[in-house]
């Protein structure tokens, strides 16, 4: 699969929301490192984790998708960016999902949910059975850069079972994110529980979007199919 066929469902390309971009020209300098590989589609999912600075609103982020995607328009770049939201998991968001404070992705019912990094006695599990219960999707990211589930890597196999989807970040396959995260990506993919590759991009020189190379190692790792599936296929169904 080429890298121009890449849908990235997780990036921070929305500037001012969140650790992303702080101003719109750095968004659009990020933006251009997609376009230069031709990508033609992200999703922008700023974080989300009530009362903290960043909490903007679906609301918000939506005109914020719309206010990047008129700049990109006038400054030449094709790029189509589809709005979403990447959901701290907390307790109780049940609550907050019925208030409609939660953004899906594009227009699915997919919720992009991240589990917290170092809190390994918080079991992220349980509030991801409000959102089943509402018969809503949840896509787990990055879950190999979480302690909970380096410590627990089998839970990843019973909750896919369950019908919860799982997101990784390409840079955790690349070793970006140390060798634990390597290595439980590798393993979430012999057990063939991926269902999205991301890029969880943040700017457009740390955490950035695959460049050709990078591409190149990643198809050394991924077999071609299963790599379609993940990078293309998956993300289009969310559309
Ligand atoms: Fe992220």
Redesign the pocket.
Known sequence: MKLSDFIDI???ILPGLDDGPKELSESIVLARLYTDVGIKMVFA?P?FLPGTAWSASPEKILAATQMLQDSLHHSGSKLILIPGM?IAIQKNMGMNLDRGRYLPLGNSSAYLL?PPFDSPSFNPLEPLNEFLERQQQVIL??PERSEYFQLYPQTLQKVHSQGVAIQVNIGSLLGWFGQQSQELAKQLLVWDIIDYLAS?A?SSEHRRPPNLQEWQTLQEIINPATLRKLAYTNPKKLL
Do not use: I
């Open positions: 997780h990036t921070h999912t974080h990447e991240e990211a990055h969880d943040h």
